[in-house]
């Protein structure tokens, strides 16, 4: 636990800038609170994981974020500029991936850069680079339906790059792929996040998954929804992955933020 | 179907209906019923006749041009309302009044609207098709994923782009099937109101051929009608088997 606490301490002051903020967020539905008066920041280039139980508001902040919700009272900064709606430096990634059923792959890729009104042949050269670098090479003319969950989310994944946006929100992207896909996903995104200069905002319930994957861990608590505690690993993020998951800091962490959510499971 | 592992051809249970249709005609039980083999007949001897393909132009011109107005107003109507919380509470007991409403009923008033003319029988056609495409269209617009409607919204879709390439597609499969069922209500309405409005068309064949009791010209013109319309609705059933792969997929 000492290392946890060190960890903690470590993490302020920010030597980074900050590309998102959240400043004092309220949400509600009728009289249901999603969000009281949050206030967080992301910093560039990092990957930032909201982790909580269900009911804390991470999905409705990622929204809000996103510009898909709009906050009751509080703003959202991104790269300096408030937030008004959805807008080109930020992509969604989504968590039933949201694909076009009646699209291929080389369409789907590219739609964010249809919808942007980038001329066919320029964003299919792009679409085919990003469907490359996530590994569905050859699958450009496959159909949703003929994939797999996981190289579905790739789809997904690849869509959202494509658009070259600074900001990337992932919404539970890997809750509906498989065990062993998802820990190919999370080494392929620590790789993305370290090639990629973008800033990942990542919302998960899983407590293994976002400490393993994050540079920063964003605990939501619910009831009033609020942010209890950031969580900054320090020592085995340089490790390589194959040895992230036995390392004493990544174990304590994990065990840390269970003790802290254990009493809000139902 | 199979019969002890053979498969019989589509429709094959016609040849069953035809071949009772040829023995009652041939026993000469009603007038009514006169043999299926003379009705070919007569239909290969009327089909080439000018009154017969001038009837089938007519006939074709207000059924195309209704169903053609029932699917381009039908299907944005139906999109909006399946979108538009506000335009559904406006329009949706419209929709049912008229789906279900005998809108023969209707006819005469929209003669004197209308005239007697080419209009009212296609604006008669249009009424007969247009309310289960609004309705299916509705329907399968209400049911798109959430996340598929964010995402378009997400990656800045206009809403025209929104409409064209994300809704209209996603709900391509009630849309057709919804069609199906509109272009069989219209020819319907194409012949009801060529029998009510001015006697012209298929209408005005009918009523020829029934009030003379030419029961052999009469089932050879229904039987072309009948073999026009289920062309159509089989070619639409076609194409709804060809986005039947992701209608389950949304």
């Given at each position: 636990m000492s290392q946890t606490n060190k960890a903690f301490s470590d993490?302020?002051?920010?030597?980074q800038e900050i590309a998102v903020s959240v400043r004092g967020v309220s949400k509600n539905y009728g009289s249901v609170?999603?969000?009281?008066?949050m206030t967080l920041e992301f910093p560039r280039g990092q990957l930032t994981s909201l982790l909580g139980?269900?009911?804390?508001g991470k999905t409705t902040l990622l929204k809000i974020i996103a510009g898909l919700l709009k906050p009751d009272s509080g703003e959202i900064i991104v790269n300096g500029k408030p937030v008004v709606g959805p807008g080109p430096n930020r992509s969604f990634v989504f968590q039933d991936f949201a694909?076009?059923?009646?699209?291929?792959v080389m369409r789907n890729v590219a739609f964010g850069l249809e919808l942007r009104g980038v001329a066919k042949s320029e964003r299919e050269a792009k679409a085919a680079k990003y469907i490359k670098d996530v590994g569905?090479?050859?699958?450009?003319?496959?159909y949703p339906h003929e994939l797999s969950g996981g190289m579905r989310q790739r789809v997904g994944l690849a869509r959202a790059l494509a658009v070259d946006s600074r900001v990337l929100l992932l919404d539970e992207?890997?809750?509906?792929?498989?065990e062993q896909t998802r820990r190919k996903f999370q080494e392929d995104l620590l790789a993305l996040v370290a090639n990629e200069n973008k800033t990942f905002i990542f919302v998960t319930h899983s407590i293994e998954e976002a400490v393993y994957v994050s540079d920063q861990i964003a605990i939501l608590l619910p009831?009033?929804?609020?942010?209890?505690e950031i969580i900054r690993p320090t020592?085995?993020?340089?490790?390589g992955v194959e040895n992230i998951r036995r390392d004493p800091e990544y174990l304590d962490i994990v065990d840390e933020i269970w003790a802290s959510l254990r009493s809000y499971v139902e | 179907m199979w019969i002890k592992g053979y498969k019989l051809p589509a429709m094959s249970s016609l040849l069953i209906w035809g071949l009772l249709w040829e023995i009652i005609g041939q026993l000469d039980l009603?007038?009514?019923?006169?043999?299926l083999s003379n009705v070919f007949a007569t239909l290969f001897v009327i089909i080439g006749s000018p009154a017969f393909l001038n009837a089938l132009w007519e006939t074709a011109q207000a059924f195309l041009a209704g169903v053609f107005f029932s699917i381009v107003i039908g299907i944005p109507v139906g999109i909006f309302m399946g979108r538009s919380r506000l335009l559904d509470e406006l329009l949706l007991p419209w929709v049912n009044i008229f789906v279900s409403a005998p809108l023969t009923a209707l006819v005469p008033v929209l003669m004197v609207l209308f005239g007697f003319g080419m209009k009212s029988i296609i604006i008669t056609t249009t009424l007969f098709g247009i309310w289960i495409i609004i309705l299916n269209t509705r329907a399968g617009v209400r049911q798109i994923n959430r996340s598929l409607v964010e995402m378009a919204t997400s990656f800045g879709a206009s809403p025209l782009d929104a409409f064209a390439k994300v809704y209209f597609w996603a709900a391509l499969p009630e849309i057709l099937g919804g069609v199906r069922i509109g272009v069989i209500r219209a020819v319907k309405g194409v012949i009801i109101g060529q029998l009510l409005i001015s006697i012209v068309g298929f209408g005005a064949l009918f009523e020829l051929y029934a009030s003379n009791f030419l029961m052999s010209h009469f089932w050879a013109v229904l039987i072309v009608l009948f073999a026009l319309a289920f062309s159509i609705s089989e070619f639409l059933g076609y194409l709804e088997r060809k986005v039947s792969y992701y209608a389950a997929s949304r």
């Open positions: 993490a302020r002051p920010l030597d609170v999603a969000l009281k008066d139980p269900s009911g804390c694909l076009l059923p009646w699209a291929n569905l090479g050859g699958f450009e003319k496959a992207p890997f809750s509906a792929v498989d009831r009033p929804s609020r942010v209890s020592s085995f993020r340089s490790k | 009603t007038f009514f019923v006169p043999p």
